[in-house]
């Protein structure tokens, strides 16, 4: 059954602590997502990967880091620089960017729920 | 760099009722269209979208959308709503570049309450 896994659920961390975010997708897409949902804010993009071992800035990286060793797996961790990190994460992944025959259709995981308190 | 508005911020509605949900976008050119769903407690899914062609597309559940170039509109309609479409709906907006494909740009998406 092919789709996007995001772990865990719910997870909680103590204030200047780092933590990171899996999202697994055994999809064979060659690109991945990673986006932050606020209520009455939509989805931001944090970081975006078109490829293995290469990845750039969305709209809000700032306090975000991501690795994109294997075409299957695209982790987030949410360092303590980021200011506001309590909200919801979602991964996503394409099988490109091309326009063309719908090959930049975005399918989503589940999500994470971060609280940091 | 693109935009995406989605005026409506809550919509309340009663069953049976006919649903139009606005979305504008910012860009002049060739551009991929989108409309997502998340259901109460579930992940966000692909309602419709449109590439190319015929401007009025039809997604699941019964929902069109009609994408309107001259007005840079793509709004979301369903002629008869259920209780079951409680949701949030998101507009989306791919922008396509000869410089290559701005990234997909999300509205900041309408609540929709369908009261029985």
């Known amino acids: 059954d092919g789709g996007i896994t995001q772990s865990p659920k719910y997870l909680f961390r103590k204030e200047g602590q780092n933590v990171t975010l899996s999202c697994e997708q055994n999809l064979n897409h060659d690109a991945m997502y990673w986006y932050r949902q606020d209520p009455g804010q939509g989805l931001r993009l944090i970081y975006y990967?078109?490829?293995?071992?290469?990845?750039q800035k969305g709209d809000i990286a700032e306090g975000y880091s991501v690795s994109r060793e294997k075409k299957e797996s695209f982790p987030l961790t949410v360092t303590s620089a980021q200011k506001n990190p309590t909200a919801f994460y979602l991964c996503?992944?394409?099988?490109?960017?091309?326009?063309?025959?719908?090959?930049?259709?975005?399918?989503f995981g589940p999500g994470t729920r971060l609280t940091v308190t | 760099a693109q935009s995406v508005s989605q005026h409506n911020h809550h919509v309340i509605l009663s069953e049976a009722a006919s649903l139009e949900l606005g979305c504008n976008y910012s860009y002049g050119g060739t551009v991929n269209l989108f409309w997502y769903v998340q259901y109460p407690g579930q992940h966000l899914q692909l309602l419709l979208k449109?590439?190319?062609?015929?401007?009025l597309v039809k997604g699941i559940k019964g929902f069109e959308a009609e994408f309107i170039k001259s007005k840079f509109s793509f709004n979301l309609r369903k002629p008869s709503v259920q209780w079951s479409d409680t949701a949030e709906y998101f507009c989306a907006v791919n922008a396509l570049t000869v410089f290559g494909n701005e990234k997909l740009t999300f509205g900041t998406g309408t609540r929709l309450t369908i009261i029985p």
């Open positions: 996503a992944s394409s099988k490109g960017v091309s326009g063309l025959a719908g090959f930049n259709e975005q399918y």
């Open positions: 449109y590439f190319s062609g015929d401007p």
């Open positions: 990967s078109q490829i293995v071992n290469d990845f």
